[in-house]
Each structure stands twice: as structure tokens, then as C-alpha cells.
């Protein structure tokens, strides 16, 4: 079991190591945060590569749930457990020489520990304690460059992040008062209590709570600020990776409690809002920064319509668009690196660095759906699961992606043609192709994934019957309950 | 309707919640954002205590009364425990973020920050700021002549 | 490896070889013979007037299969395709290129541009179902779009302009295809077409208005049109010369494989219509001859030859639609042969003109003239060019317009009819204003020295001029290519002979009619050469007028304001309502995007969260 707790245990004390070590040996602060990463990686890896049959079930400090609190590893979850790691890696500052980088590099461990913790916990409350971690975590992050925009922004941030954490803890209380537990599989193995109105406006007020770090429209007014002030990797992390494993906890929910009742309309409803209010807000973008933080309010939108599509077609479609979206707007940021002033002055930025520029082509074909590139299948799994739902609900869904994506492909294509444009002094840009070295590795693996998409079809295939089945979750959890739980389909 | 005491907290906790809803939604004095956020907290963190409570139990503690009379619900007291720690982590961020803002720009009120903050990043990225145009924007729609046709 | 593979192989190895080689002297050659073994391959297939060939590899991609097929259809569009590529090709090789290189501009993009654009077409065509069709007419929409978009500067605008009406068309066909989708549960055409029969009208229409959209907005149909003129004139000229020819009528392709060959034209007239006459094909017919007039006559107004050609390029489009959905084998085997008679009619007229751009630099109209003294070849050629486009024997044009119109004629629609000649009326005219701006009247002192264009260039020209004749003379063997592309779709087949078609009404018969026109050139040649007195070449200006020796300096022969009485009769009818509906919809997006970048400007959002938490409560309850 050692894999489900030392990626949440070890990056946690290394976070509080790094800043008295640092007092004594810069080398070894600055080597520790790697060194603990790349343990995690070593010991997520197999899981992921060869998954065991069944999932691993940890119950912490060997407390039993549902009073314990018990880590679930599944193949979804050691995959973003894994991809935590992988990108905190990639994302790392490498190069050093900031004043605070001791503070940076605890914090960004932190960041890894509850971002690994919210992929693997199965209780509810213990997701929202580690969504907290990571939010403060955040938000440290965000400010510590400690120029103006950046505090503004990230008191912005954490005003709409507190209000949503008290919105969520509303939600748990709820949620407590009616069923009494806030185990996950225990949440399922009865889900009755959840199906009325409380239960619901639980659940809408989960959605609105973890909805924040989630990108979701009406709360993510701090996205924009927080991603063209905040330096780019954190950007990269927060936008790809946080983003996701917010909308993890809301699938949880999902599938184990709230699958039969109304509550996805409430997601595809917000999506559509959220993905309208995203593309056509990044048409009028000045700056690369906040054009892809946009762009990707307008994706995570996509993903709520995903999971909001019924069935296990949802929890495949979400998932695909999910880790399709990780790929590319975390390499879209790490080229924002440099990429950080206004797009005009971006103009003719493919005379130096015609391979940047060639990535960006790359990552935006793929964001608006372009066979063979893996985001039009994406793509078509949502679009063809909305026609299949047939709501007036998925029919308006259906157009406004569709509309939407038109709009988008103006608006990328206008840059790329910018960037493409014969002028006299090109701007400097990139110094050298170490310093989009991340994006550059996220491209040949989008390729990767293209020339192999039959195979990584079925590896998401198998991870969505192992996330979709709700009985198989319980089982797993509580093997005594196969006996005398209710027979739910 | 009879307010037993249950009821009053209840009422309470939602009313503190409401109170600070209210203040963070239409407040713009950072300070007081932040301190309508405490309220809020507080409301929810009691409205958690409350889930756990049992009419007529006695506290969670072994060995403070009888064995088979029923206690309280503990878990939701930890639980709040956790999140009243949060709440103050996130507020001491929050009054610290203030301190240091109003060092730099002087003001606490959200709409000057947000001005600020836009001024700021246009300013580093090299973006003008936005001006009133001198004349409407596009082309007149339709003439109102018909044209000629093309000069040479 | 069957034939298919191999041509879809060479397409492949074509395109990494421009990729590769692009830049070196040999490009050129190694291209042409990869066009060239594209078409042997190509006719190896057989798929023409044998059975349809399968490629022998399909993917299966989330459990949704996708295959490739090679029918007659797709031989007759490969067959144009591969034909445009290896002329454009050889146009631009050599003395063309060379000048193109001094411009500044890469050599090696513009091959790698055109060869994939090529490659796509022939995925595209061989599509045999949804999914392969998208891939395809995604990848044309981007190879289009690097073509065009590569010259930079005002191309760059016009290509930009494009992928904002290609995209929205691809996305239109996603729609379409997600709902049969859900309707049909595959995306294969086969069981597609089994479930369209159970569709509703209401369904259909949507399925109609989705795909039609998304095909016709590639066709140039209105009110989509407006992108293609500007794209095509402004892409450099080998690519101006092969989008015109065939890139287009890609969305035909589409549009005859699902709308003639899936839902059939009798389920078209079946779609009627409410509270008016009309009908589904009516629909589509009406918006066909609109397409053949509205833009020929912006044709006729256009001052830059490029435009003028493309805006016909536009229209020609028109009749092509209207005769297959006349759905008699006349009407379809004219609409059919409109298709490759145009193609040959439009290369070599852009051919021409980019001849004359790179031997005077400039295709102002106001600005050339005379030029027959000095470009006797290149004259020819669009002479012969004009010639089949107007629709006038002895060339190809005539043939497939005449059975267009016989079609109409014949099949009752008198309406539909006037609007084709009112068309023609405006072609004739138009193609009148671009050769005689351009090689008669009088010659400029600055073209003085201009001499014939370079081999290179008069070598593909002449040979089209030469197909544009023959295929005038013997319209034959064109025809029974139509002939098995309709039996493919489903049509019914047209009788044709080497010299044109037997119909009820007795058919006609183009060795005939050619031949008498040549009898009659014959006569008057005769007449002029051997009963005439000896004739003296004089130059132009040697002659006088009015009691004056003429002088170079001065322009005694102008051509402003072209046709300036019927410019002044419809002149006010061009009020610029398609353009204006097009900033119209600009403007919508660009309001929408002020809206939403307003929420994201408020200084206190957390209302608005607030809100969402009460519409969630009292949705719930």
C-alpha cells in the first residue's frame, strides 16, 4: 500500500524540511523537492503502466470505514496520482536563482501532496481538507512574487475559493445531516436519502464550492487575473492539473450517489455557460496569457458537459476531454513563459523560434478538434453522447460547442497567423529550446497519443468501467457489504 | 412552531451564514470581505456541530456518564475542528494579503484593486489602455446612394 | 497491396517528398512524377468502369471503423484532382518558380502546401463513411488554408477569412454527424442510408440545412460565397490555378454522396416546403441559379482579371448544382460534365492571366491591353478559355451547359431556365471585358517589350486549350465517365455517342455542329486568303485617324468603366447586402465577446456566484 500513502506523506514533510534545510545547505532544499517527486513517480509508475486487478484500498492508520478514513486507487486514480507527479516534475523551476525559492519549492510540494491526496481519497471530508490544502497552497503560490497584480489577484482568488469552501462545507453538512456518513462508497451503498431536494441542493452547492478551482462559470472571474499574473508553471499546474482533480471529487459524487437523479443537468446547464462565457471572452483577448486561461475556462466547460452525459459513455467522454485538455493547457502555458506580453508584440514570433510556433499550431489543432489529433475525438465522444441524450438541454449544449469551437479556431488562428507574419525585428521570444522544454515533450506526446490511438482508446475504456461502476466501488471498499447492501443496478 | 433550543442555534448558524453571504456579496472594503468571510465560516462550522447533535445525549467522552446512554455525534467535531483551522489559515492569508496591499497601492476598496490590477498587467504586457473611439466602428452598413461604379 | 493502396501510398510519398525536397532543384520533376504515378495508379484502380476498389487497410478508432473505397465518383474527382495538381505543378516549375523565389518566398512551402492539398482530396473522395469523410475534408480545409494563407499579408486576411466560414462548415457537418449518429447508431454510410428512409421531414431538413451549410459553404453557394474570390485570386498562382479547378467542387463531392447518393432526389421533392410551393430540390435549385447569377455579374465588375476569374469560378459552381438536380440523365450528366469541363476552362484561363502577371506584373484590366501583338499563345489559350466558359461552341463549355439547359427545357422548369441565361448573359459579357482589356486594343508603351510567356508555362496552356477542343469536338469520352458516375449514384444514365447524347427529343451531335463551324471558318478563310488581295503586316499605330498620324503616347483606345450603361442599370442593385449580413454576423460575435469579457471585468463577481447558489436552490425544490 505503500504507493497510495508515502506520494501524499513524503512530499508533505518534505515541504516543511525544505525551509530549515535551506538555512543550512541550498543544494539539498533545492534537491529535495525533486528527490521526493521522483520517489512518488517510482512508486506510481507500475501501477499505472501494469495496473493490478484490483484496485488498492488503503484504510489510514488501519481505522476501518466508514469512520476511517480510506485512500481508494483505482485506475483513474493512480492515473492522475501519476500525472500529479509527472507534471510537478515537468513544471518544476529547474533553474532557480529566485530570492524565495525555498518558500516556492515547499509550497510546491504541498501543492503535489494535497494534489495527490485529492486524487486518491475516498472520504468527503477529506477531499475538501486536501481541496483546502491546495487551495492555500494556491494561493501562496500565486502571490509570491509579490508584485501588485499578483496580490490583488490572489486575494480575488481567495475571496470566490472561501466563499465556495463555505458553500461546499454547507453541502457536506447537508449532506452529513442526511445520511449520517461521509465515506464515499458508504454514500453509495445507499444513495436514497440523496435523491430528494436536500440531497440535490447538496449537491449544488458541492458543484458551486469545488466548481471554483473547477473554472466554472459563475466563479472563475479569478482565472484570467490569477493566470496572466501568476508565474507560467504555476499557471500550467493550476489550469491543467488542479482544475481536474477538482472535477474528480464532483465524478465521485456523480457516479456513486447521483447518478440516476437531475443533478448532471445542473452540471451540463453551468457548462454551457461556462464554455460560452470562456471562447468568446478569449475572441477579445489582448495577451497570450489570458487568451489560453480563457481558452481553457471554454475547455473545462467542455469537461462539465462531458460528465454530465449519461452513463459510462459520460465518464469516458469526461475523462478523455479531461486528460486531453491536462496535455495541451499545460504546454500551451509553459510556452507562455515567454509568451507573457500582448499579442501584438508576439508578432512574427515564428521567425526565431519556428518550433515554438510549430507547437502552438500543434495544440491549437487539437483544441479545436482536428482529426487524426486526439482532441476531435474527444470531441465527438461529447458531441456524439449530446445528440444521443436528445434533451432540449443536450440539443442547446450540442450548438453552443459547436458554435463555440467555430469561434475559437477564429480566434487561435488569428495568433497563428500573427505569429507567422514577416516583420523586420522579430521578437526575441525564446533564448533557447531548454526553456519550453516541457511544452516541447507535452507535443510528442499529444503525436504519441495520435499515432496510438487505438490503444490508449482501450486504456481509457478500461479505466471508465473500473470509474463508472458503482457497485464495483462499494465492493471494493466494503467486501462485506456485497452481502446485505441494497441491489442497485 | 415550537423554537426549542436546537432550533434557535440553527436559526443562528444560518442566519450568521447569511449575514456573511450577504456581506461578501455586496461589500467592497477588502477588510470587511474578509471579516464577513469569518462570519460566514463561523455560521458553517456551527451548522456542522449542529448536524451531529442528539436530543437528550451527553458528550463524547468515555466515562462521563452511564455506558448505554447515547452521545453526541463526535465526528462532526472533528470535522469542524479542521475546518475552523482552515478558516483561520485562509484569514490570516487573507488579512496578510491585505497588509501588503494596501502597502502598494494604498487602497482596500475591491474596485480600485481591480482597476489597478487591469492598469498594471496592460502596463507590463504593453497593451494601451482602452480609449473611446473617435468615429463608430465598421463601415456605414449600407450607403445611402446607390455606388457608382468603380474609378479606374 | 491492391491498386487503391498504392495511389494512396504515392499520395503520401508525394507529399513527403515536397516535404523533404521541396527546396532542391529536383522538386519540381520528382513532383510531377509523383503526380504522374499517382495517375497511373489512379487508373490502374479501375474503379471507373470496373467494380469499386477497397483499401485494403481501415482503422477502427473507438470502435468506429473507417474505410476507405474507391467508385466511380471518386475516380472522376481523383481523376481532376490529379490532372489539376500535375499541370498546376508543371506551371509552376521552372522560370515561374524561379521568380517566385526571388520574391522572397520558399519554394519548398508551396510544393508542400499543394501536395497536401492533393493528398487530402484523394482521402476525401475515397471516404466511405462520416468519419473518413470529416478526416478528409479536415485535413483539405487546413492544406487549403496553408496554401492560401502562405503569400502573408492580404492573403493571409482572405485565408483567415476562410477558415472562419470552413470551420463553421466543419462544425455544421460535426452536428450533422453526431445527430445520425444518434439516429442510425453507426456512423458507416451504409446503415445510414438505411435509417434515412425512417427519418422524419422535420429531421431531415435540420440534416439538410446542417450538411448543406457545411458542403456549400466549401462550394462557394450563397449566401457563402463571399470568402473565395478573395482566397483563391490572392494565393499564389499554380495554387490559384488548382483551387479553382477542383477545390471547390470538393463540396459537391459531398453533396452528391450524401444528398443524391444517400437521400435521394425523390426524397428531396418530397420535403415540401410550408405555405409555399416550393420543395427541398427546389430550395436547393433556386439557391443554385442565384449562385450562377449574383456573382457573375460581381464578376462583370471587377477590375483585377484574378477576380474576375475566381468570381466565375463562384458562379460556374451554380450550374454544376442545378443541373444534377434536375435528376433527369440529361440534367445530371451536364451538371456531371460541367464539373470536369470547367476545371480544364478555369486552369487554363488562370494560367493565362498569371502568364500575363508574370510577364507585365500587373492583372489590373485598366492597365493592360494590345498584348495579342506580343502574346499570340497565351491570347489563344484564352481565347479558347473564354470561349468554353461563356458556353459557346466549338468548345467544352458548350456541351455541358447545353445539356444543362436542354435539361431544364425539357423537364418544365422555364424559370429556372431564364436565371441560367441570364448567367450565361453575364459570362458572355464578362469574359468579353477580360480579353479584350487585356489582349486587345491598343498596346501600352511599357509592354512594348513584353514577349510570349516561357515554355514552361506555354507547354501545360496549350495542351488544355488543345483538351478544351477535343473535348468540344468529341465530347465522347468525357461523357462516358459521367455516364458510370451516374450509374453509381443511382441516376439515370445519359445514351451518349462520340459526338453527344440521343434523348427523346432527338439529342445532338457536336462532331456535327463544330464541324460545320469549322466549314464555316474554313469558308471565310479561303474567301480572305485566297480570293483577297496580298495583305501587308502593318504595326498598330501605323495608320491615322482624323487627318493625324497616330502617336505611341497616346491612348487613343480606352477601356473605363467597362459596360457602364448596364452598370448603371443593375449597379444599384449591388448595395452590398452579403457583405453586409457577413460584418453583420461579425458584429453579433464580436457584441457576444464584449458581454462576456464584461463579466470577467466586474469589480465584485461574487453576486453573481451567489445567484447561481439561489437558482440552484430553487430549481431543487
Known amino acids: 500500500m505503500l504507493p497510495l500513502i508515502l506520494p501524499v506523506v513524503l512530499p508533505l514533510l518534505a515541504a516543511f524540511l525544505v525551509m530549515p534545510l535551506a538555512r543550512m545547505s541550498a543544494l539539498i532544499a533545492r534537491a529535495l523537492g525533486p528527490i521526493v517527486l521522483t520517489t512518488s513517480l517510482v512508486l506510481l509508475l507500475p501501477c499505472c503502466l501494469d495496473p493490478p486487478a484490483q484496485p488498492l484500498v488503503l484504510a489510514i492508520g488501519n481505522f476501518a470505514p466508514p469512520l476511517g478514513i480510506v485512500f481508494y486507487g483505482d485506475r483513474l486514480a493512480l492515473l492522475f496520482a501519476n500525472a500529479v507527479a509527472l507534471f510537478f516534475l515537468l513544471f518544476w523551476d529547474w533553474r532557480g536563482g529566485n530570492p524565495q525559492q525555498a518558500r516556492q519549492d515547499a509550497l510546491m510540494l504541498l501543492l503535489a501532496a494535497s494534489a495527490t491526496g485529492l486524487a486518491l481519497s475516498g472520504d468527503l471530508f477529506n477531499l475538501y481538507v486536501f481541496y483546502e490544502l491546495a487551495a492555500v497552497a494556491s494561493f501562496g503560490l500565486v502571490s509570491l512574487s509579490g508584485t501588485g497584480p499578483a496580490l490583488v489577484a490572489t486575494v480575488r482568488y481567495l475571496l470566490v475559493s472561501a466563499f465556495g469552501s463555505v458553500l461546499a462545507l454547507a453541502g457536506i453538512a447537508l449532506l452529513y445531516l442526511q445520511t449520517g456518513t461521509l465515506n464515499l462508497a458508504q454514500l453509495g451503498i445507499d444513495p436514497e436519502p440523496l435523491q430528494g431536494p436536500a440531497g440535490l441542493l447538496a449537491f449544488g452547492l458541492m458543484v458551486i464550492g469545488f466548481g471554483v478551482k473547477a473554472e466554472l462559470f459563475p466563479l472563475n472571474y479569478w482565472v484570467p487575473e490569477v493566470y496572466a499574473s501568476a508565474p507560467a508553471r504555476i499557471s500550467a499546474l493550476l489550469a491543467g492539473l488542479i482544475s481536474k482533480l477538482a472535477v474528480l471529487i464532483l465524478l465521485r459524487l456523480l457516479v456513486l450517489v447521483y447518478g440516476d437523479t437531475a443533478a448532471p443537468q445542473i452540471l451540463l446547464f453551468l457548462g454551457i455557460l461556462t464554455i460560452f462565457f470562456g471562447e468568446f471572452s478569449a475572441w477579445r483577448a489582448q495577451d497570450f496569457p489570458r487568451m489560453i486561461a480563457f481558452s481553457s475556462i471554454g475547455q473545462l466547460g467542455l469537461v462539465f458537459i462531458a460528465f454530465s452525459l449519461s452513463g459510462s459513455w459520460g465518464v469516458l467522454a469526461g475523462i478523455a476531454v479531461a486528460l486531453h485538455h491536462l496535455l495541451v493547457k499545460s504546454a500551451l502555458f509553459g510556452l507562455a513563459h515567454r509568451w507573457s506580453g500582448s499579442l501584438q508584440a508576439l508578432t512574427g514570433s515564428a521567425q526565431r523560434t519556428p518550433l515554438a510556433a510549430a507547437l502552438f499550431v500543434l495544440f491549437a489543432l487539437s483544441l479545436i478538434g482536428v482529426p487524426p489529433l486526439p482532441g476531435f475525438w474527444t470531441k465527438i465522444l461529447v458531441l456524439a453522447g449530446l445528440a444521443q441524450e436528445g434533451s432540449a438541454l443536450a440539443f442547446t449544449g450540442l450548438g453552443a460547442i459547436l458554435l463555440v469551437t467555430a469561434v475559437e479556431a477564429h480566434y487561435l488562428f488569428r495568433f497563428a497567423l500573427q505569429l507567422y507574419e514577416k516583420v523586420e525585428n522579430a521578437p526575441a521570444g525564446f533564448r533557447s529550446f531548454w526553456e519550453f522544454l516541457p511544452s516541447l515533450l507535452l507535443g510528442a506526446a499529444l503525436l504519441a497519443v495520435t499515432l496510438r490511438i487505438n490503444p490508449v482508446a482501450d486504456r481509457l475504456r478500461a479505466i471508465t468501467q473500473q470509474a463508472a461502476d458503482r457497485s464495483f466501488y462499494i465492493t471494493q471498499v466494503f467486501p462485506q457489504a456485497a452481502a446485505h447492501r441494497k441491489d442497485q443496478p | ?152 | 497491396m491492391n491498386a487503391l493502396d498504392l495511389l494512396f501510398l504515392l499520395s503520401g510519398a508525394t507529399l513527403l517528398c515536397a516535404l523533404l525536397f521541396g527546396r532542391t532543384r529536383w522538386a519540381a520533376p520528382l513532383l510531377l512524377l509523383g503526380y504522374a504515378a499517382q495517375f497511373v495508379a489512379l487508373l490502374q484502380t479501375n474503379a471507373l468502369f470496373g467494380e469499386p476498389i477497397s483499401l485494403s487497410w481501415s482503422l477502427v478508432v473507438l470502435d468506429q471503423p473507417m474505410h476507405w473505397r474507391y467508385d466511380a465518383l471518386s475516380w472522376f474527382f481523383a481523376l481532376i484532382t490529379l490532372g489539376a495538381g500535375f499541370l498546376s505543378t508543371g506551371y509552376g516549375s521552372g522560370v515561374w518558380m524561379r521568380d517566385y523565389e526571388r520574391a522572397g518566398h520558399s519554394a519548398g512551402v508551396l510544393h508542400t502546401a499543394l501536395a497536401a492539398n492533393v493528398f487530402s482530396m484523394v482521402l476525401l473522395v475515397g471516404a466511405e463513411d462520416f468519419l473518413s469523410l470529416f478526416l478528409g475534408w479536415e485535413l483539405l480545409n487546413w492544406a487549403t488554408f496553408f496554401l492560401m494563407a502562405l503569400r502573408g499579408g492580404i492573403a493571409a486576411r482572405a485565408a483567415l477569412r476562410y477558415l472562419g466560414y470552413a470551420f463553421t462548415g466543419g462544425m455544421a457537418i460535426l452536428g450533422a454527424m453526431a445527430l445520425l449518429y444518434a439516429q442510425a447508431g453507426s456512423l458507416e454510410f451504409q446503415p445510414i442510408r438505411e435509417s434515412l428512409p425512417q427519418m422524419s421531414d422535420g429531421q431531415l431538413w435540420v440534416l439538410l440545412a446542417l450538411l448543406g451549410s457545411g458542403f456549400g459553404i466549401k462550394m462557394g453557394l450563397l449566401p457563402f460565397h463571399l470568402w473565395q474570390a478573395p482566397a483563391y485570386a490572392e494565393t499564389p498562382g499554380p495554387g490559384s490555378a488548382f483551387f479553382s479547378a477542383v477545390s471547390a467542387r470538393m463540396g459537391l463531392y459531398a453533396m452528391l454522396v450524401f444528398f443524391v447518393g444517400m437521400v435521394g432526389l425523390a426524397r428531396l421533392v418530397q420535403m415540401e416546403i410550408p405555405y409555399t410551393f416550393l420543395n427541398g430540390r427546389d430550395l436547393l435549385a433556386w439557391i443554385a441559379v442565384f449562385t450562377i447569377i449574383f456573382p457573375t455579374y460581381t464578376a462583370l465588375q471587377q477590375q483585377d482579371a484574378r477576380y474576375l476569374l475566381a468570381w466565375h469560378g463562384i458562379g460556374q459552381g451554380g450550374y454544376m448544382v442545378l443541373g444534377v438536380l434536375v435528376g433527369t440523365a440529361e440534367g445530371s450528366a451536364g451538371g456531371l460534365l460541367h464539373i470536369f469541363n470547367h476545371a480544364i476552362t478555369q486552369v487554363a484561363l488562370l494560367m493565362a492571366v498569371f502568364a500575363v502577371l508574370y510577364r507585365t506584373g500587373t492583372t489590373d484590366l485598366n492597365r493592360l491591353g494590345g498584348l495579342v501583338a506580343r502574346m499570340p499563345l497565351t491570347f489563344l489559350t484564352l481565347l479558347f478559355g473564354i470561349i468554353s466558359l461563356a458556353g459557346l461552341p466549338p468548345m467544352a463549355g458548350f456541351v455541358s451547359k447545353l445539356l444543362v439547359y436542354r435539361a431544364l427545357l425539357f423537364e418544365g422548369m422555364p424559370l429556372l431556365f431564364v436565371g441560367a441565361i441570364i448567367g450565361t448573359l453575364g459570362t458572355i459579357l464578362s469574359v468579353y471585358k477580360l480579353i479584350h482589356n487585356i489582349f486587345l486594343g491598343q498596346l501600352r508603351l511599357e509592354h512594348e517589350s513584353v514577349q510570349e510567356a516561357p515554355l514552361s508555362m506555354l507547354i501545360p496552356m496549350l495542351s488544355l486549350s488543345l483538351l478544351i477542343f477535343l473535348a468540344g469536338y468529341f465530347p465522347g469520352p468525357t461523357l462516358s465517365w459521367v455516364a458510370a458516375v451516374q450509374a453509381q449514384l443511382g441516376l439515370p444514365v445519359v445514351n451518349y455517342h462520340l459526338g453527344g447524347v440521343y434523348d427523346a427529343h432527338g439529342g445532338f451531335n457536336m462532331i456535327w455542329i463544330v464541324s460545320v463551324l469549322l466549314a464555316g471558318f474554313g469558308i471565310g478563310a479561303l474567301v480572305f486568303f485566297g480570293l483577297g488581295g496580298p495583305s501587308k503586316r502593318v504595326h498598330q499605330l501605323d495608320n491615322y485617324a482624323g487627318g493625324h498620324f497616330l502617336y505611341a503616347e497616346n491612348r487613343y483606345q480606352y477601356s473605363d468603366h467597362f459596360y457602364a450603361g448596364l452598370m448603371h442599370l443593375i449597379g444599384p442593385w449591388y448595395r452590398g447586402s452579403f457583405q453586409w449580413l457577413e460584418r453583420a454576423l461579425g458584429s453579433i460575435v464580436d457584441f457576444l465577446a464584449h458581454f462576456t469579457n464584461g463579466f470577467y471585468g466586474i469589480a465584485q463577481p461574487l453576486l453573481w456566484s451567489l445567484a447561481a447558489v439561489l437558482g440552484i436552490a430553487v430549481w431543487v425544490f
Open chain 2, 1 to 152: 412552531m415550537a423554537l426549542d433550543f436546537v432550533s434557535i442555534l440553527y436559526i443562528g448558524a444560518l442566519g450568521l451564514l447569511l449575514l456573511g453571504t450577504f456581506g461578501l456579496v455586496t461589500t467592497t472594503h477588502l477588510f470587511r470581505l474578509i471579516l464577513a468571510l469569518a462570519l460566514a465560516e463561523a455560521g458553517v462550522n456551527l451548522l456542522l456541530i449542529l448536524s451531529g447533535y442528539r436530543g437528550g445525549a451527553q458528550p463524547p467522552i468515555l466515562g462521563f456518564g452511564p455506558q448505554d446512554m447515547p452521545m453526541v455525534d463526535p465526528i462532526p467535531q472533528a470535522l469542524v475542528l479542521t475546518a475552523i483551522v482552515i478558516g483561520v489559515g485562509v484569514q490570516a492569508l487573507a488579512v496578510a494579503a491585505a497588509v501588503r496591499i494596501y502597502r502598494r497601492y494604498g487602497t482596500l476598496d475591491l474596485v480600485a484593486l481591480k482597476a489597478h490590477l487591469e492598469g498594471d498587467l496592460a502596463r507590463k504586457q504593453g497593451i494601451a489602455p482602452p480609449k473611446s473611439a473617435e468615429k463608430p466602428a465598421g463601415e456605414r452598413p449600407l450607403s445611402p446612394v446607390p455606388p457608382r461604379p468603380q474609378e479606374p
